[in-house]
């Protein structure tokens, strides 16, 4: 079993940064692939980034491209991911989970643990 508990999120306003991070406790946290969706109002859940368990490789929507970045500090347990150059539009609880492996990275219903989510809001 793994808990996950978020934190970071807020109220930014458009062009602004947030830092959210992801800390996990229970199990042994490097063997894990870590991803970030997001699920704004009525809408479906979506795929935000993937870091594999080592940090090596990173995998990110086409819509945060360019402007998140995901890493992780395995001895400290914890996934970040720094958000830059916000839009309105990325306004959403924005949510991490734990998976083993890294196939169908970008499916939420691959990933086997998550945390409760924290919300994250954009002026315009």
């Known amino acids: 079993q793994v808990q996950l508990v978020e934190s970071g999120g807020g109220l930014v306003q458009a062009g602004g940064s947030l830092r959210l991070s992801c800390v996990a406790s229970?199990?042994?946290?490097?063997?894990?692939?870590m991803g970030w969706f997001r699920q704004a109002p009525g809408k479906a859940r979506e795929f935000v980034g993937h870091?594999?368990?080592?940090?090596?490789?990173?995998y990110y929507a086409d819509s945060v491209k360019g402007r998140f970045t995901l890493s992780r500090d395995n001895a400290k347990n914890t996934v970040y991911l720094q958000m830059n150059s916000l839009k309105p539009e990325d306004t959403a609880v924005y949510y991490c989970?734990?998976?083993?492996?890294?196939?169908?990275?970008?499916?939420?219903?691959?990933?086997?643990?998550w945390g409760q989510g924290t919300q994250v809001t954009v002026s315009s």
């Open positions: 989970a734990a998976k083993y492996g890294s196939s169908s990275y970008a499916t939420y219903a691959s990933y086997d643990y």
């Open positions: 229970g199990r042994t946290f490097s063997v894990f692939y």
């Open positions: 870091i594999s368990a080592s940090g090596a490789n990173t």
